[in-house]
């Protein structure tokens, strides 16, 4: 496990604590802020599963990654989110059932449903790194593309990728070099690439990345004040 980035502060009631979905944690997520990314690189406390998913969906910024692992336990996690929606806390626990198989739905199912929808539906803790707070503008909650209205970035890209059949991985690589704002460029590269190589992609995504970074400089460090 590399410790090179910087990790977010922590609230003292969280601590060991996924930052994602809030169960106990031993890892830590690494995310690599890149192009046009609002914050800088950071590392957040994650357990394994999130970690593993957080991994596959950086897309452009911490917050749209956290859209998408919660959106993924959502679809892991449905059936057992499913068991919720027929009882009430209070009806389980006023009914009189005594019958072995009720317990049993008790201790067990009743337990997975609570423990899933905890984790699809804690708040994770805003973002601050030695004391300054992240700003969030703009990043939270849903993405609308093309009049079309998303849940997050990361259902935009689902759906992108399974309607024109784009490879899902290079799309959420390509929004994470060039940002949520330019997603229907990031789709048009994603398409023109449909059947190049690993190899082709990962250039793609290096020559993006270099000409952002000329972009840059030429912008350079220019005051925009005087008109
Ligand atoms: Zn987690």
């Known amino acids: 496990m590399s410790a090179s980035l910087p990790l977010v502060d922590i609230p003292f009631d969280r601590r060991h604590t996924c930052w994602f979905c809030a169960e ?9 802020a890149l ?58 626990e006023e009914s009189d059932f005594s019958c072995k198989v009720f317990e049993g739905f008790k201790k067990s199912a009743w337990f997975m449903y609570q423990v899933a929808k905890e984790r699809v539906s804690v708040a994770p803790w805003p973002l601050s790194l030695k ?16 009049g079309v209205q998303f849940s997050s970035l990361a259902k935009a890209v689902e759906h992108y990728a399974k309607m024109l059949g784009l490879d899902k991985a290079f799309l959420h690589q390509l ?34 990345l270099a000409e952002q970074a000329l972009d840059y400089d030429s912008i350079g460090n220019d005051s925009l004040d005087d008109e």
């Open 131 to 146: 004391g300054i707070p992240l700003d969030t503008a703009g990043f939270g909650g849903g993405f609308e593309f093309d």
């Open 35 to 92: 192009g046009h990314c609002p914050h800088p690189s950071l590392a957040v406390p994650a357990c394994k599963e999130c970690l593993q998913i957080a991994e596959k969906a950086p897309l452009s910024s911490i917050w749209d990654c956290h859209s998408a692992v919660k959106d993924e336990l959502m679809r892991r996690y449905a059936k057992h989110l499913a068991i919720g929606e027929n009882w009430t806390q209070e009806e389980l």
């Open 24 to 32: 106990p944690c031993a890892h830590q997520f690494d995310y690599h």
């Open 175 to 208: 929004l994470a070099a060039v940002g949520r704002d330019r997603f229907g460029y990031a789709v048009r590269i994603a398409r023109i690439n449909i059947v190049s190589t690993a190899v082709v992609k990962r250039q793609v995504l290096r020559d993006i």
